[in-house]
Nanobody
Framework: QVRLMESGGGSVQAGGSLRLSCAAS??????????MGWFRQAPGKEREGVAH????????YYADSVNGRFTISQDNTKNIMYLQMNSLKPEDTAMYFC?????????????????WGQGTQVTVSS
C-alpha cells in the first residue's frame, strides 16, 4: 500500500524559506512509474497544484504563482520528494499535500492523483 507523509511545514516570515519533505512507503521512487506532485489548500479555497514531477524526474511543472521561487525534486536513495520554497509570501499560507499518480497527461490534473498524504501546514507572516 502506498503511503505518503509530509513534513517540514511551519511558520516563517515573508521572504523566508522552507523545505517540505514527502516520504514514500510501499512505493519506490527510483524504480516506480508514478509521477508525484505538491498541492496546497488555503481555508475556503480549492486545492491547487503547486508543482509536479514526472517519473525519473525528467520533467517538472510549476504553477505560475510559484514559478521561480519553488523547486520540486526527488532523492531516490532516500525515497523522498522535496519542495524547496524560497521568497515566501503571505499568500503561500496553506496546508501543503504531496500526492502520487499513475502516468498520464501532462501537466497532470488534481483528479489524476490517487495517493495523498495528510498535509503539513505552512504559515507565512508579513
Amino acid at each position: 500500500q502506498v503511503r505518503l507523509m509530509e513534513s517540514g511545514g511551519g511558520s516563517v516570515q515573508a521572504g523566508g524559506s522552507l523545505r517540505l519533505s514527502c516520504a514514500a512507503s510501499g512505493y519506490s521512487i527510483r524504480t516506480g512509474s508514478m509521477g508525484m506532485g505538491w498541492f496546497r489548500q488555503a481555508p475556503g479555497k480549492e486545492r491547487e497544484g503547486v508543482a509536479h514531477i514526472s517519473t525519473g524526474s525528467s520533467r517538472t511543472y510549476y504553477a505560475d504563482s510559484v514559478n521561480g521561487r519553488f523547486t520540486i525534486s526527488q532523492d531516490n536513495t532516500k525515497n523522498i520528494m522535496y519542495l524547496q520554497m524560497n521568497s515566501l509570501k503571505p499568500e503561500d499560507t496553506a496546508m501543503y499535500f504531496c500526492a502520487a499518480r499513475a502516468p498520464g497527461s501532462w501537466p497532470p490534473d488534481v483528479s489524476a492523483y490517487a495517493y495523498w498524504g495528510q498535509g503539513t501546514q505552512v504559515t507565512v507572516s508579513s
